[in-house]
């Protein structure tokens, strides 16, 4: 199983993370959504992106991590920013303390200077995609990204979790 996450902040002191679980890289339909209110995060930092996030992202890792055999995550960001960690490395190391090792793919919607990632172009969008990953390489997770289902630059289940978090969507 594939898990898709997001993250959207509803205000100073609460936020909601959402994910969504897929078998195939071209499945046009999730076979689960979440979405759980988080707390307990600081606030935005530029360069530390991850001190945010986690707290949002980790108990929902964890729990779904034990409900489904889930092999990949994917993050909205970097897994590495060249030589600093970005969000998805930061995951990794952090399910890796609890012996999880699900390899991690972090697709950004925009290039960091520096970090070396694979450039994805889907539809006939000619912007690009920033694809990097850790327990597969960036080509190999921007050739999954690049078959994921939708005609348009973002893949539709990237969206589905992206309007999850945002509450307009509601998980069954």
């Known amino acids: 199983m594939i898990l898709a996450t997001d993250v959207h902040y509803l205000s100073e002191v609460e936020a909601r993370a959402a994910a969504v679980v897929f078998e195939h890289w071209d499945d046009p339909a999730p076979v689960a959504m979440y979405a759980d209110r988080a ?28 409900a489904h055999d889930v092999h990949t995550v994917v993050v909205d960001g970097y897994v590495d920013l060249g030589e600093k960690a970005g969000l998805g490395r930061h995951v990794a190391n952090a399910l890796a303390e ?24 889907r539809g006939e969008s000619t912007t690009p995609l920033w694809v990097t990953a850790s327990g597969l390489s960036n080509a190999e997770a921007g050739n ?10 973002m893949p539709t ?5 992206d309007h999850i978090a945002r509450g307009h969507v509601v998980p069954l």
């Open 144 to 153: 999954h990204v690049r078959t994921m289902y939708g005609r348009f630059r």
């Open 98 to 121: 609890d012996d999880l090792t699900p390899a991690i793919v972090g697709v950004a919607k925009t290039q960091f200077d520096g970090a070396p990632a694979e450039e994805v172009l």
């Open 39 to 66: 707390t307990g995060f600081g606030p935005y930092v530029p360069g530390r992106f991850y001190e945010r996030e986690l707290p949002c992202l980790l108990p929902m890792l964890h729990w779904l991590l034990s």
């Open 157 to 161: 289940l990237l969206l589905l979790v």
